[in-house]
């Protein structure tokens, strides 16, 4: 607002050049720098007959503001002085004011030619037909200019042009700069991607679609959706990357069954030396999204014969009803990693 209220104080000090006699074409224009859609709604100059107005009797002139944006009305007299003002739509309600401009007041400024001026600025204003009314204290001559910016609406448009979701669970598509419209959502495939009527996308199963967003007959943007199976994976660890000296933890998938019981397949990798006889008091735990304990697996005890160099993959299964959270989470997502501890014996 402050670099627009510049750019207004400078196109009405143009238009107050007019007092000297120079000409008005393009002034406004000029005064907000090349490319300024500043312009102009309210010109006294024009008139045949320099405005006049009696001490205590209320003087007015009407103008048309073509949207909405912000206002700046200039008020140019010989000197400094009292009076009242308001601002009413066509239909008589007031929508600015009454207000009292003193002459002590910081609004005047000196305008060229001598004279002054006084700047009534209004935020916001909306599109339609106003009244701007004075009285003045003291008879006098007068001059309004008033300089207006149309507020840039921008258009409706998506948050993202992409979303990947888990089977299973929810995301939204967003619409930016909605300003209050209704919006339609259709996906290309419902049976991988539903959406509803607020843009909330589930997804079905594995596969692809594509949401189309529509504000009535206008397409607003389409969004590509791809569903991803409910399960944490990385790649299994390499024998060369592990670390040498020890044995090596690597929890490289989990999933849950048809059943809902949590299936964990730990990598576990020799490098220590000798062979690993058997592995003691061994857990794995998972977290969800939130970092949130999902459920522990525990073992106490178990023959492994591990050889040095050698690589094997422990299955672990937490049944559903010794889970921590039961309902179903989203294990693509999960905060952290699943963290595993444990000993191992080993061979003389």
Not at 72 to 79: D, E, K, N, Y
Not at 86 to 103: E, H, L, Q, W, Y
């Amino acid at each position: 607002m402050k670099s627009f209220l510049k750019k207004a104080a400078a196109a009405l000090l143009v238009l107050a050049l007019c007092l000297t006699g120079m000409p008005i074409q393009n002034q406004v224009a000029k005064a907000a720098d090349s490319g300024s859609n500043v312009v102009s709604v309210l010109d006294t100059t024009k008139e045949s007959v320099t405005p006049s107005a009696t001490a205590g009797q209320p003087v007015s002139r009407t103008f048309t503001l073509p949207s909405n944006g912000n206002l700046s009305i200039g008020v140019l007299t010989a000197a400094k002085c009292n009076f009242t003002y308001s601002i009413a739509r066509s239909n008589g309600t007031v929508v600015f004011g009454p207000k009292n401009a003193m002459a002590t007041d910081t609004s005047w400024d000196f305008a060229q030619g001598g004279t002054t001026i006084y700047y009534i600025n209004i935020v916001d204003a909306t599109t339609g037909t106003y009244q701007i009314s004075l009285t003045f204290a003291e008879s006098q001559q007068f001059h309004l200019l008033g300089a207006f910016q149309p507020v840039q609406t921008a258009k409706p448009s998506l948050d993202t042009k992409s979303i990947i979701v888990t089977k299973g669970f929810k995301d939204k598509v967003n619409v930016l700069n909605a300003g209050g419209a209704k919006f339609t959502y259709v996906s290309s495939n419902p049976k991988t991607v539903s959406v509803d009527a607020s843009g909330n996308v589930t997804g079905k199963k594995k596969g692809t679609a594509t949401v189309t967003v529509k504000d009535g007959s206008t397409v607003v943007g389409t969004c590509k959706v791809t569903v991803k199976d409910n399960v944490y994976s990385v790649g299994k660890l390499a024998i060369g990357k592990a670390t040498p000296r020890q044995v090596t933890s690597n929890t490289y998938h989990v999933s849950y069954d048809k059943k809902g019981n949590l299936i964990i397949k730990v990598r576990l990798i020799n490098r220590f030396g000798r062979v690993a006889k058997q592995l003691k008091n061994f857990k794995v735990t998972v977290w969800n999204e939130k970092g949130k304990k999902i459920g522990i697996y525990s073992l106490k005890k178990k023959t492994i014969n591990l050889k040095n160099g050698k690589a094997k993959t422990l299955t672990c299964k937490i049944k559903k009803s010794k889970l921590k959270i039961k309902k179903v989470q989203d294990l693509r997502n999960m905060a952290k990693s699943p963290s595993s501890s444990g000993k191992f014996m080993w061979s003389r």
